[in-house]
């Protein structure tokens, strides 16, 4: 896919682009700056691949997005490898399948956002724990756990602590490894910036966002349910099989299970939610959800529903835009041409069911999961126009690009855009105020950016 075919979007992705810009034009990898002061939301690992990436000749959205791609295909290679031996190679191919084809998964696969790469670490740190029994593994899954501290503050470590806590034999491994691994940065940038950095990063993006509902993202209790189901898709089905018994035979699963409960309370108790959050627990759910349609005694249904349920990309497709715009609660789904895209759908659920019921398990999984990737694929050929014309600033900032270099930004523009506009004009615009001679403005018109001239 191109990694290139829609400017960055959202805040997020610009913001985190412009600081690793800053550190690849700088050299210095220890502070991260935004606009040339020091910004100290999140660790600086999805700031050192950005930065890593400018160096190697790739550009902009390349840069920032590839080395979150091939992360997310590393450790599906990883996912299957181990699951296979550690479980079977069924439950292996269909958590790979789950995985790499869900929704969420897909979405973080494709975003310069650190919610991937500390999910990476993490995930591969607990599956090593709690799978592999052997006391020296817990060197490298304290490394993993070190990293994924780097991607995102200290959640990581919080997350993992009931996966520790019954690591018999390999706790002092694993503290001291992710310790080896973590600590240089936090110790450098401490002493570089003093308490500044820990008020803002710790105080602030830790405890107060966990408890206070005076910043932003604040979310009602209930909000990750359907966040989860919803990042599960076209596998949300399969959660109903997670109340069978049989599921839960192996005490290794039992264990994920009561993990990725503990996980999903955690993030629920939170004050402040973002969808990206609950990332971490997608592969510990892929598992579950393998192991439990590999008990089912009605899995040719179960996998055929989850085909069927693919049918719903063409509405989702046209509501994605409005969704990043102006929110999920203010969106509306466009049905038109819906039944032309069930259509193959369709098909492929009754050819999943028929071949599951054969028992040709792998190749009803392998049609499944392949049509899950193809429908991915198609929806974002169609929407990446929409996104790129609409929702990034890219386009509007290459079509006047010349005329914005001497602008100003007036307030009510939306913070995304703002620091869209900011990355690719490479500075940071000045906001306009009362006293501001400036012949053109960027201003906002019926939701839109659009240039105000005299």
Known sequence: MNLGSTGFLLPDEPRYASIGRAMAETGDLITPRLDGAGWFEKPPLLYWTTAAGLRFGLHDEWAARLPMALLGIAFLVFFYTFLRRELSPAVALTACAILGTSAGWIAYSFAAVPDLPMSVALSAALLLTIFDKRCDIGWIAGALLGVAILAKGFVPAVLFAPAWLIATGKRVRILAASTLIAAPWFILVTVRNGSVFWNEFFWKHHVARFFSSQLEHVQPMWFYVPVLLGGLFPWTPLVALLG????????????????????????????????GYLLPLIPALAILLAVALNKSSQSC????????????????????????????????????????????????SAAVWWIARRGEWETAVLLCGLTAAVGAGAVKLRVSPALDQGVSVRAFWAEHRSEIEGACVEQNVRRDWQYGLNYYQHRALPTCDNSDDRSIRVGMAGGRLELIKP
């Open 244 to 275: 069978s018994r049989k599921t839960w035979e192996d005490h290794r699963v039992k264990l994920l299970g009561g993990w990725v409960l503990i996980g999903f309370l955690f993030f629920s108790l939170s004050k402040g939610k973002l969808p």
């Open 301 to 348: 249904w179960w996998l055929a529903s989850c085909a069927l349920l693919l049918t719903l990309l063409a509405p989702a497709a046209t509501l994605l835009p409005q969704a990043l715009l102006v929110g999920l609660r203010r969106s509306s789904i466009t049905w038109n041409n819906s039944l032309v895209w069930a259509i193959p759908f369709v098909i492929v």
